[in-house]
């Protein structure tokens, strides 16, 4: 009995000591910190209930520190190197003596460490995790976003985590083979140190946040000296509008609606003539024209001077992403759209002003319809220049999303007063089209007009990409529709039969074989518009079958690399990284969605296609991309340029802004005024609305103007 007692007694000693101990250094006891209030780690830290002392120097936090302590020494000033964060060997050996636990990060000098004045700046590079520490949901070779880091280059040993630019989506698929490794975390006399501003993980936007909290927990537990299992006031800057499993309100879409047009106010792009010189100065350079976000404190434009074209991938380290400056003639037609439809949704003045304002600079004031594309007796007369630096240019998938988008805008502005322009634009296009249907990927003004556009129109060519060539079938076929010209469907519908009879092993890929398919479904959905055959119908639904194989549950429409070599180049090494457009995927079965060249299309096409047919399964596709695209708008109350917007990238398996960021020119974290955010906002409209871009535009007045156009441009036809 008295040996039970005993035993009794020693288990709640036991508990009544554990209890202290986790009271003692649990969240709610003290930690010791060197650095700034308005650091990430710092806000993050107070809001999980820790009480955080703040000291003015290093030393000074490592020598209030009790003993077993945590003590955090990050630099104030990051990217610029902070002088007063200098670690000493007095500083260690203090803190050896007592048993501090510390996380150093960003040190100006550090015993035996060589580290330079001056911090690299980094764009492609990601986290590598080196060193299996991180428990099973971190491994070895596992990718973090670190965007924009500046990074103190040291040579240690084992490193945990580097900085590296590699190839793969989530993983480093070629490992560190040939490749610059900084080394980013490890751990040196004792202290865990970073040499990148780790802690600026929510404002940086680092990525993906289940990673980086996974990261953060390691680092908390070792320095706290308890097992951290949630981080339950994490924040983040930028996040979608909704969770996988949210409960959508009723208004859902139509407040994605209202935020989706306003973005473009927000984000500054119409140019103003008060900042026209700052357009001038970054969108005047045809290869890169880039440059920092426009103020916000900058007045907002009516649409007569333009619209830009939206954010590249580019995150800096504050959160801000870099603006493309690039004027081009598609975006202005898509944006018209967007803006004309939201109008008359939303019974808005300004939008319709400002939609019929674009449309008039591409027409009438910019470069882009002028000089030979503006002379009737020019063999390149019609045709809409590719962007203002390229006006000579033609793209013919870009014309023709910039008509697609000025005969909707026309159609929701109820007017005709640009329809003998946009017929032009159409036979421009026509004109120069080959026997069998195709134009080929992009042509130029000098060869047009040395060859004369029947030498175009005469020739065989066969380019078997839905993306360049599919739309502007369709507009063929809106044309033929309103003008009842045979060439129109008859062209159209060879190039379709050799294009659905090459499926999919003769299909140029590009980045997506989905986009292929997304695009594919819009000429074949008017094509039932205008003649509704069997055959017809059975090649829309194999498409719309082929493209629906990959629809998430949430509605995501999965990336899918076609077989063989894609357009781009490969990434057969760590160097190719970044050097060319390309997937946001490295291989199939990666959960990730694309807005930029698949979602957004593939949202239209299914409407219309839905709407051509009545086919309730197509519908219930279209209700169910509709709902993920209203959950992962972005939501940011910092980042005004981004609230309502819709990124290229989207990671439904992880619900978060997460892929290959490897395209050169538009990457996984990039907006478009145009491609991405007018097709969305417009389709949301017609779902809202239980339209089709076909019923709305079916009453336009085209047929006499069209018809007379026609007569005057292919008068020498043969």
Same mark, same amino acid.
């Given at each position: 009995?008295?040996?039970?007692?005993?035993?009794?007694?020693?288990?709640?000693?036991?508990?009544?000591?554990?209890?202290?101990?986790?009271?003692?250094?649990?969240?709610?006891?003290?930690?010791?910190?060197?650095?700034?209030?308005?650091?990430?780690?710092?806000?993050?830290?107070?809001?999980?209930?820790?009480?955080?002392?703040?000291?003015?120097?290093?030393?000074?936090?490592?020598?209030?520190?009790?003993?077993?302590?945590?003590?955090?020494?990050?630099?104030?000033?990051?990217?610029?190197?902070?002088?007063?964060?200098?670690?000493?060997?007095?500083?260690?050996?203090?803190?050896?003596?007592?048993?501090?636990?510390?996380?150093?990060?960003?040190?100006?000098?550090?015993?035996?460490?060589?580290?330079?004045?001056?911090?690299?700046?980094?764009?492609?590079?990601?986290?590598?995790?080196?060193?299996?520490?991180?428990?099973?949901?971190?491994?070895?070779?596992?990718?973090?976003?670190?965007?924009?880091?500046?990074?103190?280059?040291?040579?240690?040993?084992?490193?945990?985590?580097?900085?590296?630019?590699?190839?793969?989506?989530?993983?480093?698929?070629?490992?560190?083979?040939?490749?610059?490794?900084?080394?980013?975390?490890?751990?040196?006399?004792?202290?865990?140190?970073?040499?990148?501003?780790?802690?600026?993980?929510?404002?940086?936007?680092?990525?993906?946040?289940?990673?980086?909290?996974?990261?953060?927990?390691?680092?908390?537990?070792?320095?706290?000296?308890?097992?951290?299992?949630?981080?339950?006031?994490?924040?983040?800057?930028?996040?979608?509008?909704?969770?996988?499993?949210?409960?959508?309100?009723?208004?859902?879409?139509?407040?994605?609606?209202?935020?989706?047009?306003?973005?473009?106010?927000?984000?500054?792009?119409?140019?103003?003539?008060?900042?026209?010189?700052?357009?001038?100065?970054?969108? %005047?350079? @045809? *290869?890169?024209?880039?440059?920092?976000?426009? +103020?916000?404190?900058?007045?907002?434009? &009516?649409? $007569?001077?333009? #619209?830009?074209?939206?954010?590249?991938?580019?995150?800096?380290?504050?959160?801000?992403?870099?603006?493309?400056?690039?004027?081009?003639?598609?975006?202005?037609?898509?944006?018209?759209?967007?803006?004309?439809?939201?109008?008359?949704?939303?019974?808005?003045?300004?939008?319709?002003?400002?939609?019929?304002?674009?449309?008039?600079?591409?027409?009438?004031?910019?470069?882009?319809?002028?000089?030979?594309?503006?002379?009737?007796?020019?063999? %390149?007369? @019609? *045709?809409?220049?590719?962007?203002?630096?390229? +006006?000579?240019?033609?793209?013919?998938? &870009?014309? $023709?999303?910039? #008509?697609?988008?000025?005969?909707?805008?026309?159609?929701?502005?109820?007017?005709?007063?640009?329809?003998?322009?946009?017929?032009?634009?159409?036979?421009?296009?026509?004109?120069?089209?080959?026997?069998?249907?195709?134009?080929?990927?992009?042509?130029?003004?000098?060869?047009?007009?040395?060859?004369?556009?029947?030498?175009?129109?005469?020739?065989?060519?066969?380019?078997?990409?839905?993306?360049?060539?599919?739309?502007?079938?369709?507009?063929?076929?809106? *044309?033929?529709?309103?003008?009842?010209?045979?060439?129109?469907?008859?062209?159209?519908?060879?190039?379709?039969?050799?294009?659905?009879?090459?499926?999919?092993?003769?299909?140029?890929?590009?980045?997506?074989?989905?986009?292929?398919?997304?695009?594919?479904?819009?000429?074949?959905?008017?094509?039932?518009?205008?003649?509704?055959?069997?055959?017809?119908?059975?090649?829309?639904?194999?498409?719309?079958?082929?493209?629906?194989?990959?629809?998430?549950?949430?509605?995501?429409?999965?990336?899918?690399?076609?077989?063989?070599?894609?357009?781009?180049?490969?990434?057969?090494?760590?160097?190719?990284?970044?050097?060319?457009?390309?997937?946001?995927?490295?291989?199939?079965?990666?959960?990730?969605?694309?807005?930029?060249?698949?979602?957004?299309?593939?949202?239209?096409?299914?409407?219309?296609?839905?709407?051509?047919?009545?086919?309730?399964?197509?519908?219930?596709?279209?209700?169910?991309?509709?709902?993920?695209?209203?959950?992962?708008?972005?939501?940011?109350?910092?980042?005004?340029?981004?609230?309502?917007?819709?990124?290229?990238?989207?990671?439904?398996?992880?619900?978060?802004?997460?892929?290959?960021?490897?395209?050169?020119?538009?990457?996984?974290?990039?907006?478009?005024?145009?491609?991405?955010?007018?097709?969305?906002?417009?389709?949301?409209?017609?779902?809202?609305?239980?339209?089709?871009?076909?019923?709305?535009?079916?009453?336009?007045?085209?047929?006499?103007?069209?018809?007379?156009?026609?007569?005057?441009?292919?008068?020498?036809?043969?």
């Amino acid at each position: 009995m008295r040996i039970n007692k005993t035993i009794q007694w020693l288990l709640c000693l036991s508990l009544f000591v554990s209890c202290f101990t986790l009271k003692s250094y649990g969240k709610g006891s003290d930690l010791y910190f060197y650095g700034s209030e308005q650091n990430d780690l710092f806000q993050l830290l107070k809001r999980e209930g820790y009480t955080v002392k703040k000291f003015n120097t290093p030393q000074d936090a490592v020598n209030a520190a009790p003993q077993n302590s945590g003590v955090f020494i990050i630099a104030k000033t990051y990217p610029e190197i902070d002088p007063a964060n200098s670690i000493t060997q007095q500083l260690l050996d203090a803190a050896a003596k007592k048993h501090l636990r510390l996380y150093i990060e960003y040190p100006s000098s550090f015993p035996g460490l060589n580290i330079p004045d001056k911090p690299i700046e980094t764009h492609l590079e990601r986290g590598v995790i080196t060193a299996d520490v991180f428990g099973g949901s971190l491994e070895p070779m596992d990718l973090l976003g670190i965007n924009n880091s500046y990074i103190l280059s040291v040579d240690v040993d084992k490193p945990l985590i580097v900085l590296a630019k590699v190839v793969g989506f989530d993983k480093a698929v070629y490992g560190l083979k040939d490749t610059k490794a900084y080394p980013l975390l490890f751990e040196q006399n004792g202290a865990l140190i970073s040499m990148t501003g780790l802690s600026n993980f929510e404002t940086g936007r680092y990525g993906p946040q289940q990673s980086i909290k996974t990261v953060w927990k390691y680092i908390l537990s070792r320095i706290t000296s308890q097992k951290i299992e949630h981080l339950d006031k994490w924040a983040e800057d930028v996040k979608p509008m909704f969770q996988r499993n949210d409960v959508l309100p009723a208004n859902a879409r139509l407040n994605s609606i209202q935020k989706g047009v306003q973005w473009f106010n927000n984000g500054r792009f119409f140019i103003d003539s008060s900042w026209k010189a700052d357009w001038l100065k970054y969108g %005047a350079d @045809g *290869l890169k024209p880039v440059g920092p976000p426009v +103020a916000q404190s900058k007045p907002v434009g &009516d649409g $007569s001077l333009g #619209i830009l074209e939206g954010h590249t991938s580019t995150i800096y380290y504050d959160g801000t992403q870099q603006y493309r400056y690039w004027m081009r003639a598609d975006v202005q037609g898509e944006a018209s759209m967007a803006l004309a439809a939201a109008g008359d949704l939303l019974h808005n003045r300004e939008y319709q002003t400002k939609s019929a304002n674009l449309i008039n600079f591409l027409f009438n004031t910019s470069n882009l319809r002028s000089g030979e594309k503006d002379d009737a007796s020019s063999a %390149a007369f @019609g *045709l809409l220049g590719w962007a203002t630096t390229n +006006a000579g240019t033609f793209y013919g998938d &870009d014309n $023709s999303r910039a #008509i697609l988008g000025m005969i909707a805008a026309s159609a929701y502005l109820h007017t005709d007063k640009w329809d003998k322009q946009l017929a032009e634009a159409i036979m421009g296009n026509f004109r120069t089209t080959g026997k069998e249907g195709f134009r080929g990927e992009r042509l130029e003004e000098a060869d047009i007009i040395k060859n004369g556009w029947q030498y175009y129109y005469n020739r065989d060519v066969v380019h078997i990409s839905p993306h360049f060539e599919s739309w502007m079938w369709a507009c063929y076929l809106w *044309l033929y529709s309103k003008t009842g010209y045979a060439p129109l469907l008859e062209r159209t519908k060879a190039a379709i039969k050799i294009t659905m009879d090459g499926y999919p092993d003769k299909w140029l890929w590009g980045s997506s074989m989905q986009t292929q398919r997304a695009r594919m479904i819009l000429p074949l959905a008017w094509l039932v518009r205008v003649e509704n055959t069997e055959q017809n119908r059975q090649w829309l639904d194999k498409m719309v079958s082929e493209l629906l194989k990959y629809q998430d549950a949430s509605g995501a429409i999965q990336e899918e690399l076609g077989k063989g070599k894609g357009m781009f180049k490969p990434l057969n090494t760590n160097n190719d990284y970044g050097s060319d457009e390309g997937s946001l995927i490295d291989k199939n079965g990666e959960k990730v969605s694309c807005m930029l060249y698949t979602c957004n299309f593939a949202l239209f096409s299914l409407n219309e296609a839905a709407k051509a047919t009545g086919n309730k399964q197509y519908k219930a596709a279209v209700d169910k991309l509709s709902d993920f695209l209203t959950r992962i708008q972005v939501q940011s109350t910092k980042h005004n340029d981004l609230d309502g917007a819709w990124f290229r990238a989207f990671d439904y398996g992880r619900w978060d802004y997460w892929a290959s960021n490897s395209d050169a020119g538009w990457g996984a974290w990039c907006t478009l005024t145009g491609w991405i955010q007018s097709w969305i906002v417009t389709t949301q409209i017609q779902i809202e609305k239980n339209e089709s871009f076909w019923d709305v535009t079916k009453k336009s007045n085209m047929k006499n103007t069209g018809q007379a156009v026609i007569n005057q441009m292919m008068k020498t036809s043969q």
